[in-house]
């Protein structure tokens, strides 16, 4: 297999790794390219180990703008196709089409939907109270929606949430073009020319500033929430997937379990999620992750610092704890760490009262023992979401 140092160029901007562009791994794609004889590649979105994701038109005549998503041949959408064809919702990415293409190397599932834009560049841009509530209330009826029908999402994080783009179908498509940032490519040129194979592309290029086009269009537009990557999806109490989790969105009861229980793979269902969608509202609202730079083994004492009581199970592991390694369990601790939380939603809250309420709703979700934890349901018919049907963005 090749490696970096293999390749005269390399890109000073994030692009997918060209090593990867073997037996197994991504399919060779170029600007310009018609994937199946329908979709024309015109930029990059986006890409991730298991997958690159281009901005595409179709050919049929129509024009219209679509999201093609096609991953390793290691990896498939298979999982991803059902569970989108099974849920149906304006707060969940819409299938499309799917199909295989193959290529030099091997056998890639493509999954095509509609273009959502992702969040966390426009979270990055100065945003209301009011767009930032929108926001999180869409994300909270797509996880409802989810468990509605019997769906985990089980890695809800921001990187998978963006923004429905509607307005792109009444642009030109000549202005879209234009509008979006100027290409960056990097030749993908091996030092030995024994390596050249059509296993490469010939340069691989930076995903577009999708997010700037959006904010110039549709900026001041009430936000459609929507996630846009259902890969670890399963149906409650089926799920046979590795454990995947990002730190800053992990539950109390799989930290638990990995550091204390030594279980590689714990289940992750519907509480989990809700876990997950709390970290994500306070991100939305705050703009910073609530366990930013903790580590795993760590996460559990933070957990405890802004509980106020300890599940059963726990209490064992608590106890053995040097004296001067127990976070205090009691109200007071933990009303003066979510104080502190307040201090940093409130920048971005409406009022002293909208503040209030935020927290209030978090920490009925941020509860240490699953079956404590409110539903998906009760999030989206909490208080604090009470004003969104007639809250008005700032001109």
Not at 18 to 37: E, F, K, Q, R, V
Not at 163 to 175: G, K, S, V
Not at 231 to 246: E, I, L, N
Not at 337 to 363: F, K, P, S, T
Request: charged share 20%; hydrophobic share 40%.
């Amino acid at each position: 297999m090749l490696t970096p140092d293999d390749f005269f160029f390399h890109s000073k901007e994030p692009t997918e790794d060209i090593t990867l562009y073997a037996s197994g791994g991504y399919h060779p794609i170029i600007l310009g390219d018609i994937i199946n004889g329908q979709y024309r590649v015109i930029q990059k979105l986006g890409f991730r180990r298991s997958a690159t994701v281009w901005f595409a038109q179709k050919t049929d005549g129509s024009e219209a703008f679509v999201t093609v998503k096609v991953t390793t041949a290691e990896s498939n959408t298979a999982n991803e196709v059902s569970i989108l064809r099974a849920v149906s919702s304006p707060h969940i990415s819409t299938h499309v089409d799917h199909f295989t293409t193959s290529g030099p190397n091997g056998t890639h599932s493509v999954l095509v939907t509609d273009v959502v834009v992702p969040i966390l560049p426009i979270l990055a841009s100065s945003r209301s109270s009011q767009w930032r509530k929108l926001a999180a209330y869409g994300l909270a009826q797509a996880i409802l929606d989810l468990h509605t029908k019997g769906v985990v999402h089980a890695d809800l994080r921001l990187g998978n949430v963006g923004l429905a783009f509607p307005q792109l179908a009444d642009e030109d498509p000549l202005d879209v073009m234009q509008d979006l940032v100027t290409y960056d490519l990097t030749i993908v040129l091996p030092k030995c020319a024994v390596n050249q194979t059509s296993s490469l592309p010939a340069y691989v290029v930076t995903p577009c500033k999708l997010a700037e086009y959006y904010s110039r269009i549709a900026g001041k537009t009430r936000p459609q929430t929507k996630i846009f990557d259902l890969d670890s999806a399963h149906k409650v109490g089926t799920s046979s997937r590795p454990f995947r989790c990002a730190l800053e969105i992990c539950t109390p009861e799989c930290i638990f379990a990995r550091v204390i229980d030594n279980v590689d793979s714990p289940p992750v269902e519907p509480p989990a999620d809700v876990w997950a969608l709390g970290a994500a509202i306070y991100e939305i609202i705050t703009g910073s992750s609530l366990f930013h730079g903790v580590d795993m083994k760590d996460l559990l004492h933070y957990m405890v610092a802004m509980a106020e009581s300890l599940p059963s199970r726990w209490r064992n592991w608590y106890d053995t704890l040097p004296k001067s390694d127990q976070p205090e369990i009691s109200s007071g601790a933990a009303h003066k760490w979510w104080a502190e939380r307040r201090e940093m939603a409130r920048v971005n809250c409406g009022d002293d009262n909208d503040a209030n309420g935020l927290i209030n709703l978090l920490r009925k979700v941020f509860v240490l023992d699953p079956e404590e934890r409110i539903t998906a349901e009760q999030v989206v018919g909490n208080p604090w979401f009470a004003d969104v049907n007639t809250l008005e963005l700032p001109p």
